[in-house]
């Protein structure tokens, strides 16, 4: 079985992720979208929030598996036999880390490539930061995020939540 990992933090999911997602499921028998549950990052969402919201975006399309891990990425891999780690490049800007990392990963296990794709140019300057930082300051993201993320945006937010901080700390989006 052809299986393709593609992992990330998804905090939360945005249609760059989801143009990723449905193009490279068409590579492979199964897909899981796995979120990492990064200790080191304060999250706006919980590991379960963004599973939901993952879960919900890509309900139509059958062999995609949500899923989630810590540790290396490698040892998840190897667990699930996978082979194939999917990544986005959105600009030369995410090469230089995504380089890094694909190197990393090789040399940990050599038998799991990773595999770029080039995120589709209308949504080439899309984060998950920079929608966080848009919802908070009251803009527009419709279009940019799965429905459901943006309703849970706005939840979050009227909340009092502050991404990246305690509340009434700022805040840095990342
Ligand atoms: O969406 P992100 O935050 O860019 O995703 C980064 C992620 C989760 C793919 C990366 O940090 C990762 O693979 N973390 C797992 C820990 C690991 O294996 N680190 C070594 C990578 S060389």
Redesign the pocket.
Known sequence: MKVGLY????DPITNGHLDIIERAAQLFEVLYVTV?R?TLKAPLFTVEERMAMIAEATAHIPNVMVDQFD????NYARGKGARVIIKGLRAVSDFEYEFQ?AQ??KKLEPGVETLFMMTSSKYSYLSSRIIKEISFFGGCVDGLVPGGVARRLNQKFREGKIPGKPAGDGGDFS
Do not use: A, R, T, Y
């Open positions: 992992p990330g933090s998804f990492f990064n540790g290396l990425l490698v990392m990393m990963n």
